[in-house]
């Protein structure tokens, strides 16, 4: 009976211990897991996936203000002007302009801050209302990516040549080049940036790199280019009074296509 018994238990017991083994080799394929993700960039023209590890090492920069655009840019700026040449002013002014200083649509969901549509682009994609309905824009893993393709986009296409004539420090040359070089339909886009460049000293970047000063005086207040930060309570109408101007041309000065603004968005509020 003894022995009967003492077999019993030794097969418990053997039977608990490989339970206890499943169990934890279980788990420990749960926290090993890789996630499968399609990986559109793919030019063999099937179907690649790719493994990755989640991972919270990635730091989620958040960005409240304009100067929390350019604290988080401006060394990026400052290397593509190393490796491209073009004033890290310049290049600055145009993400703060066309992303809304990172709070854009593009810029938050694509990592798109320069609003680069797609042309030949081969990578992943977002489409976005802009001169027309769902144009196609490029999308981007990180931000640094879009700035190395605004680079990639001047400095390989011929219409932008002349950019490259110009002395790197004389910002406002570049920003009017820029325009008539097709950068922009906006009449007023080389006034904006100049104007973006001036209130926040972004030439000081080019004079970092170039190791230069230069003596840049203000533009008194009937030449420069006005801007309003939206606060609380703002509304385009009470802004709009408050510079004389009617909410429509508030609304073409900054291409707004309704009446919508949101606190800390930075308005033209100049007509000249």
């Known amino acids: 009976m003894k022995k009967i018994l003492l077999i019993l238990f030794v097969g418990l017991l053997v039977f608990s211990c490989g339970s206890r083994k499943n169990i934890t080799n279980r788990k420990s394929e749960r926290r090993v897991k890789k996630e499968q993700v399609l990986n559109t960039n793919n030019t063999t023209g099937g179907e690649e996936f790719k493994e990755i590890v989640e991972s919270s090492s990635k730091e989620v920069v958040k960005i409240n203000s304009t100067a929390d655009y350019i604290n988080t840019f401006s060394e990026i700026a400052k290397q593509e002007m190393k490796l491209y040449g073009i004033p890290a002013s310049i290049t600055l002014a145009q993400g703060i302009l066309e992303s809304n200083s990172g709070k854009g649509r593009l810029s938050v969901e694509a990592n798109n801050h320069f609003g680069i549509k797609c042309h030949d682009w081969t990578g992943a994609k977002i489409y976005h209302d802009d001169d027309a309905a769902q144009e196609c824009f490029r999308k981007y893993n990180d931000a640094k990516y879009s700035y190395r393709d605004h680079s990639l986009f001047l400095t390989t296409r011929k219409r932008y040549a002349r950019l490259f004539t110009l002395k790197m420090d004389d910002y406002k040359r570049w920003a009017k080049e820029l325009k008539a070089a097709g950068y922009a339909t906006d009449k007023k886009y080389p006034d904006k940036l100049i104007s973006l460049i001036e209130r926040y000293e972004l030439y000081k970047f080019d004079e970092e790199i170039l190791g230069n000063k230069k003596s840049y005086a203000k533009r008194n207040n009937q030449e420069s280019i006005l801007t309003h930060l939206v606060a609380k309570g703002d509304t ?17 000065l900054n291409d707004l296509k309704n009446t919508e603004i949101k606190i800390g968005q930075e308005l033209f509020v100049s007509p000249n």
Request: hydrophobic share 30%.
């Open 236 to 252: 385009l109408y009470s802004i709009s009074r408050k510079y004389n101007l009617s909410v429509e041309e508030l609304q073409k």
